[in-house]
């Protein structure tokens, strides 16, 4: 391993994007040779990350196509991480100037969101990483070899990007490899690690800089609807791409924000009615002759978005100024028993509320086709004689909503 390792380095000062001699050597040991000499210690990578060996995978890439300057082989769960861009792994990063070879646990840079790879923002990794790094603390303070910044040398804007996703890295430089068995040990160690991460993040709420689970969720079930088909590798629910709601578990959310609303309505001297069930509104308050109508939205997530219907937008733009927003956030959802718990979370409520235009985005689209409508001639792709499709929101005003 340490010779296919110092060869990789080697060859590194002499990256074009072009498929030269030397590419060619590089992509036969980054795709071929070092999976395969991993490969022969599956047995031992798969219990130290604590799944079946036929559930781990071990890939290299250097670039289909056009050779990247940065080159890698991963190490990972399958389920956890069915691409390179989500989830997390293991990996060897190859710096550009090939003084460096970093073992990263790193992470995926996108989020399937059903319709396409939406890149995640700097800070949503930055955030990912300050979740991961406390859970392996203890395990990090066994060494002092660890970094958490990796120097890639790089140019290019892919090269450099592998930086911000690092939680904990052991670099090695080119003249100073260790011997393969120190190797496989420090990849063992590592996997540890990663499988620390995956286990927290299978009992976590909600993991900071992933995306709200309940806007995810629409945006999937609005593709799957809309027969928008999915990559090989994309799976629906926990892939590392952020966690989807059971039905139980969304009712157990539902169930506990709507308490917390109550009781603070309640300390703020109103009567509460839950109307939920029958209205487009949850809590129906009085307090003498006043009367509000407050819709209730709980999330596992920071509550910076939330899902809204048609109906709730039209209906509480017409109830203002009476009404409010209640957004109780942070919930924790606790998943190891045969039910869903919830506990805590933090209340926030808006009132009066104001939905604006600029605060709405759609999800999807309902779309007119006039399929069996009585029209002189079927216009073509282009003509000028077929009206354009008028988007949903400007019918509804714009509301954040699933609409099929």
Known sequence: MKDLLRKVLALQPSWTSKNTPDMQARGVTIRQELPSFLRAHGEALATALGIPPDELGVEGRDGTGLKTEVPWVRVFGREQSPSATTGWYVVYLFSASGRHVHLSLNQGTTIWTGGDF???KAEDLMARVGWARPLLAHAMATRQDLHETIQMDARTPLGRGYGPGNVVAISYERDHLPEPKVLIADLLFMT???S???REERLTSHVPGDPTPEVLEAEQSAARIAGRRTPGGARPRRSGQGFLLTAGERKAIELHSVRMATEYFKSEGWSVKD?????SFDLLLSR????????VKGTTSAGTDVILTRAEVEKQRKYYPDNALVVVHSIKLDRTGPEPTT???ALHCTSPWAVHDEDLSVISYAYRTRVGAATPRE?????RGTPPAVPAQRQTAGGTELTV
Do not use: F, I, N, W
Not at 275 to 279: I, Q
Not at 379 to 383: A, D, L, T
């Open 288 to 295: 003498g002759d006043e009367q509000c109508r407050a819709e």
């Open 379 to 383: 216009e073509g792709p282009g003509s």
């Open 343 to 345: 506990s805590g979370g």
């Open 196 to 198: 620390t991460v995956y």
């Open 192 to 194: 540890e690690l990663l």
């Open 118 to 120: 939406k890149a995640r």
């Open 275 to 279: 109307v939920g069930a029958k209205e």
